[in-house]
């Protein structure tokens, strides 16, 4: 685990330059009432009597150095089409992989995304085959919503990989994850920006999990996913670990069971979208189904075939 | 003196009341619903793209057009003018970004845009009297809050926010839920809800709180729409 603590004790280390002892400099500097040099550099002499060594250096560790040291499983952006967090998270975990050994296959998610090279995907596809189109032929979704976290898993598996779901997951269950050098793709209850929060799942939402780290007794996560809002979130531990067992209910199917779905943004409703065939998430009434047992503390691993996954079940 | 001045007239809380409350029921995927003090109800529908008034059995009426492209999992709050003829509604040009505070009027039928920016973000509207606030978070690396009167930026702040209908105290005093120094990680943190004197920028945080609307009745303010109704008397 990075130990940015001990990074961030040095955010205001101060670095001697190194200079010649025989040096002699003078530089007139505001509230100085003399300069003089002493055994190398520059210094200066203030008015209160402080020696001042103007060749100090302050070095700060950036919010942005503190992600790329902590991140043991990053993986590229992938910007999302409709709704369809789930199936670009896994696009960004293929990505990856591929990135370590363009052996590793890797998808794009639909047709769409050959027109945004760079921001729906930045790896060259293995494949012509799309994510969402097998996903829908499977009839695990209608648009690209993965409500079933072991349904991910086997689109992964479709495309090449070993891919497993922790069930009834714990945060130490993700820790172990990302110490093996693994992306985790989670489900959590989404903010208007791209953070945890608990809205009772109906703002449902994937995002792969890079990393994590401790500061000042704090456990951090760093996290992207298909919004692309930024770079890369920083998450309290303690605040995502509410906000993915706050998945419990969504409107989006309307009644399960009923056979179709409510109108949906961006589509030509003039016929009704059907539930995907294998949508078996239980009625909790009032046009609502329950999600939690499908997609609630869930973790999907995907890793490439030879190398072993931490946990879960196929 | 001058922010001294500014700091008299912020209220003071003299009381805080809190009661936990039951999650409201969602309006629906993509919609979403504002009233103001006396009961009017404007529902915004972005995957029809429409802005209208709701009769009192809940029904749609003067409905006007207002496009929409954001992800229907956020598609803004809507305020509403205190006499019920104008509505605040976000309109983004993408999923979560080019985001557009449109001023909705139903006595005209019209839709205007009053502040827009490009990147991802989000806005939310509150009126101050007669004149119309926009509070803009930009996202991205360095994200900010900006509260805009007019073209004047009258605060802002680097961070993430939560999005929540402000409203009016006095002409100069707006009573709106921020974090006032998000943490330097995750940029983030605890809110409250804090008095601003839009004249001078001065904030007043009164008492911790979260929700997506403030409302102000005389001698107290209420935030309600997150896990606890909070009542500060001031």
């Known amino acids: 685990m990075p130990l940015i603590d001990e990074l961030r004790r040095n955010v205001f280390a101060r670095i001697r330059a190194q200079t010649s002892s025989s040096t002699v400099a003078t530089v007139t500097i505001q509230g100085s009432s003399n300069v003089t040099s002493a055994t190398g550099g520059t210094f200066a002499i203030a008015q209160d009597g402080m020696e001042r060594n103007l060749e100090v250096v302050e070095t700060r560790l950036t919010r942005a150095q503190v992600i790329e040291k902590a991140k043991t499983a990053g993986v590229p952006q992938r910007v999302q089409v409709g709704p369809t967090c789930g199936l670009y998270a896994l696009g960004m975990v293929m990505d990856s992989w591929n990135e370590k050994d363009p052996k590793n296959p890797t998808a794009i998610v639909q047709d769409l995304d050959l027109r945004g090279k760079g921001k729906q995907y930045t790896r060259e596809p293995t494949t012509s085959e799309r994510i969402l189109d097998y996903a829908q032929g499977e009839g695990f979704t209608a648009l690209g919503e993965m409500f079933t976290a072991t349904q991910l898993a086997a689109t992964a598996r479709h495309f090449g990989y070993d891919a497993t779901t922790h069930l009834k997951a714990t945060l130490d269950d993700l820790y172990k994850v990302l110490d093996a050098g693994h992306p985790a793709i989670v489900g959590f209850d989404v903010d208007y920006n791209g953070n945890p929060t608990n809205s009772g799942g109906e703002r449902a939402h994937y995002a792969v999990i890079e990393g994590y780290f401790d500061d000042k007794g704090e456990r951090y996560l760093i996290a992207r996913h298909g919004w692309g809002v930024q770079k890369d979130h920083i998450w309290k531990a303690s605040d995502f670990d509410a906000s993915w067992k706050a998945l419990q209910t969504t409107t989006f199917y309307g009644t399960p069971g009923d056979g179709v779905i409510p109108r949906q943004f961006g589509l030509d409703m003039t016929h009704e979208l059907p539930e995907p065939s294998k949508m078996s998430l239980p009625d909790a009434g009032n046009g609502r189904a329950h999600i939690f047992e499908s997609l609630g503390t869930k973790i ?11 946990g879960g079940v196929r | 003196m001058i922010s001294r001045l500014a700091t008299s007239r912020l209220p003071v809380a003299k009381g805080v009341t809190r009661e936990q409350v039951a999650r409201a029921p969602s309006p629906g995927r993509g919609k979403s619903v504002g009233d103001n003090a006396k009961g009017d109800r404007v529902v915004q529908d972005v995957v029809d793209g429409v802005v209208a008034r709701l009769d009192a059995s809940g029904q749609p009426r003067d409905t006007v057009k207002v496009a ?68 803009s978070q930009r996202l991205g690396d360095e994200p900010q809050l900006s ?82 109704r909070v009542v500060v008397k001031i």
């Open chain 2, 68 to 135: 929409c492209a954001q992800d229907p999992l956020t598609p803004g709050l809507v305020a509403v003018s205190e006499d019920g003829s104008r509505a605040l509604v976000m309109s983004c040009k993408e999923m979560h970004g080019e985001p557009s505070l449109v001023l909705v009027d139903f006595t005209k039928g019209s839709a205007t845009t009053v502040r827009s920016f490009v990147g991802p973000g989000w806005v939310v509207g509150g009126f101050l009297g007669d004149k119309v606030l926009c509070l």
């Open chain 2, 147 to 228: 509260v805009w009167l007019g073209d004047k930026c009258v605060w802002s702040v680097a961070g993430m926010q939560q999005p929540c209908v402000p409203a009016r105290v006095s002409p100069e005093v707006l009573a709106l839920v921020v974090c006032p120094k998000p943490d330097e990680l995750t940029q983030t943190g605890p809110s409250s809800l804090c008095a601003l004197d839009v004249t001078s920028g001065a904030l007043a945080p009164l008492a911790p709180a979260a929700g997506t609307r403030v409302l102000a009745r005389p001698g107290e303010l209420v935030v309600e729409g997150g896990s606890e």
């Open chain 1, 300 to 310: 999907v691993e995907v890793v490439p075939k030879g190398e072993q996954p931490v």
